[in-house]
């Protein structure tokens, strides 16, 4: 598989993507935009940043195109509808700049207050000092309304917190829980943010929040209102801010994103009550590398089929289905993908079982669990199709409601086949997927990386021997996990770092306690 780097990325993200021995990298993120058209005629997927327009002619050129991952948040550069109609799943990394955003928010919130970085230009280059010009204000005891309590808003909130002001939550996406539990109100009513002290916006950029602020807004705030946009550039109408700003309305603007960017020349440059950076707010180098990362881990696991992270053009509505909901869906996936790899006869039924809130959702299980199970069967399965083609092969499909006391959510896929009947169960734990059954055996592993299914007679020696013999092929154990049942056997997953190739399983296969060893690489 060709996956191609239209943009710079971090060079993590190209070390995970050339380990990989099924896929060919090719960096063209050097490469003129015209010429890239070339380059991506026969890429099965793509990872960009904003320089690349992901449109209708980019999609003309890809014929093989799969999947695209964008490396960051926003997605302004990519006509997800045009991607949507050609099957080609659209993902973004939502949280891996999370807290360099946040930080770069902080940081346009004490320079607000304090004029901190007037300051430090008037004291350096000018030579001047001036303690008088510079008289802040404190953050204790203010009122500060945050527009979007999402990954970055939430986080925000908190900081604001420790600093003793009082935080106002306006999101009308989330459960007031997520407010009200960190000590923030919650508020339905815009109104209120428009009469706090500070006012700061963390959205996606969309139709509804485009100009969310405009004169109609401003004149609802305080006199002195102080506005900060480390969001997406167009969220505050620049002009309106920009008049706000010279008549005083506004006393200080903390901005590090433009409605047409780069911004090299900008009306807000003239105002000496603005701190301005150029869109810094994923810069820094932890962020950069974990982007890079996750992108990187993003278009391998939808390149596999076995889940596609983060995706925006799901067959649900993301913005209201929970995100708790999603990352069972991911899941489900997951452990339809791994199955899909170890059983090796036609599957004759497939049956979900659910217990807790995830219940709700069995069609959704069902269809994301089938997207992975058939992988192996049919390149062409997807969200629209899955159930079309299980019914196309015979396959009979069965989701019901069971009991389950040790988790408050459970997910079970059972397998049946003429051969055997093959049983995987997952939950998350601390907001992480986990399988926590697999054949019947209990023990808990990351569904991630490379992993060998060693099932065995219960009998002394058996850990050393699969030891010596993944030595012997210089293969490194990462993770080993045990389970047991009553019938003296043993179920291990082991969790390699190397590439595992048929000659390691047939010796594997070829040791006298072993009954059954499968493999399974996410």
């Known amino acids: 598989m060709k996956v191609v780097v239209c943009d710079p990325i971090h060079k993590a993200g190209f070390e995970i993507l050339k380990k990989v021995k099924d896929i060919e990298v090719v960096d063209a993120s050097k490469t003129p935009k015209k010429e890239l058209l070339n380059v991506i005629e026969d890429a099965d997927g793509v990872i960009t940043r904003s320089p690349t327009p992901v449109d209708e002619t980019f999609l003309s050129h890809a014929k093989k195109l799969k999947a695209v991952v964008r490396a960051g948040v926003g997605v302004d550069n990519v006509d997800i509808k045009a991607a949507s109609k050609k099957g080609v799943v659209i993902m973004n990394v939502p949280t891996a700049n999370t807290l360099a955003a946040v930080e770069l928010t902080m940081a346009h919130l004490f320079a607000a207050a304090r004029s901190f970085t007037n300051a430090v230009w008037n004291l350096k280059k000018e030579h001047e000092w001036n303690r008088e010009k510079w008289l802040g204000i404190e953050l204790a005891g203010k009122k500060l309304g945050i527009i979007g309590f999402g990954n970055i ?27 009200t539990d960190l000590g923030c109100k919650y508020t339905t009513d815009f109104d209120e943010i428009l009469k706090c002290d500070f006012i700061t916006i963390h959205t996606p950029k969309t139709p509804e929040t485009i100009n969310m602020i405009t004169k109609k807004e401003i004149e609802k705030m305080k006199d002195g209102v102080v506005l900060i946009n480390c969001a997406r550039g167009g969220l505050y109408n620049e002009e309106d801010v920009y008049e706000g700003l010279k008549s005083g309305k506004i006393r200080w603007l903390g901005i590090d994103v433009f409605e047409k960017e780069p911004a090299k020349e900008h009306p807000f440059f003239e105002l000496e009550n603005t701190s301005v950076t150029p869109h810094i707010g994923a810069n820094t180098k932890e962020s950069q590398q974990r982007i890079a990362t996750q992108a990187a881990e993003a278009i391998i696991e939808a390149l596999r089929g076995s889940s596609y992270p983060n995706a925006l053009n799901l067959p649900i509505n993301t913005t209201s289905t929970p995100e708790w909901v999603i990352k069972y869906l991911e899941l489900s996936q997951k452990m339809g993908y791994i199955l899909s790899q170890i059983i090796k006869s036609p599957i004759k039924k497939v049956k979900v079982n659910l217990s807790g809130n995830i219940a709700k959702e069995n069609k959704s299980i069902m269809t994301f669990a089938l997207v992975g199970l058939l992988k192996n069967i049919t390149d062409s399965v997807n969200y629209v199709n899955a159930e079309f083609i299980a019914n196309e092969k015979g396959i009979k499909l069965e989701a ?59 009998v002394p020696g058996v850990i050393g021997e699969v030891g010596m013999t993944l030595a012997k092929y210089n293969i490194n154990i990462a993770d080993f996990r045990l389970g047991r049942n009553k019938e003296n056997q043993a179920m291990a997953v082991i969790i390699v770092d190397n590439d595992v190739n048929d000659e390691v399983l047939r010796e594997l296969r070829g040791l006298k306690a072993a009954i059954s060893v499968g493999y399974a690489e996410i």
């Open 400 to 458: 019901k409601e069971v009991k389950n006391s040790t988790y408050r959510n459970f997910v079970n896929l059972k397998i049946l086949t003429d051969e055997e009947e093959y049983s995987i169960s997952g939950t998350m734990l601390e907001n992480y997927p986990r399988i926590v059954e697999f054949k019947g055996f209990d023990l808990e592993f990351e569904p991630k990386g490379k992993m060998i299914f060693f099932k065995n007679t219960d």
């Open 153 to 179: 808003g939430s986080r925000v909130g908190i900081r604001a917190k420790a600093l003793e002001m009082d935080v106002i939550a306006y999101d009308p996406y989330i459960d007031p829980s997520k407010a």
